[in-house]
Nanobody, 122 residues
Framework: QVRLVDSGGGSVQGGGSLRLSCAGS????????MAWFRQAPGKEREFVAV????????YYADSVQGRFTISRDNDKKMVYLQMNSLKPEDTAVYFC???????????????WGLGTQVTVSS
């Protein structure tokens, strides 16, 4: 059974940092691209960041470029999202996702975590 378990969310003041984690099981982690998406209240889910299977490529949404860093550890089947300089507009449920290729389109991802809430206060 494929599972992605995302964690690490919480409440933080603007300017603060959080590190999200996503643990994979039941899948060949090392051959999959891994991504983070987020969904704010009343808004559609949006792309945040993606990392290729070998970590040689990463891409970010313009809104988080320079503040967020995606990384992975294939031996541990983990993917991370380090979020710095957080802003209130970063408030959302964050989801990790696994797919066959690097993409910003959520339809390209086959497996999803249940999400972890991030709340940034001003």
């Amino acid at each position: 059974q494929v599972r992605l378990v995302d964690s690490g969310g919480g409440s933080v003041q603007g300017g603060g940092s959080l590190r999200l984690s996503c643990a994979g099981s039941g899948l060949t982690f090392g051959v999959l691209a891994m991504a983070w998406f987020r969904q704010a209240p009343g808004k559609e889910r949006e792309f945040v960041a993606v990392i290729s299977r070998s970590s040689d490529s990463t891409y970010y949404a313009d809104s988080v470029q320079g503040r967020f860093t995606i990384s992975r550890d294939n031996d541990k089947k983990m993917v991370y999202l380090q979020m710095n300089s957080l802003k209130p507009e970063d408030t959302a449920v964050y989801f990790c996702a696994a797919g066959s290729g690097v993409a910003a389109n959520e339809e390209r991802y086959d497996y999803w975590g249940l999400g972890t809430q991030v709340t940034v206060s001003s």
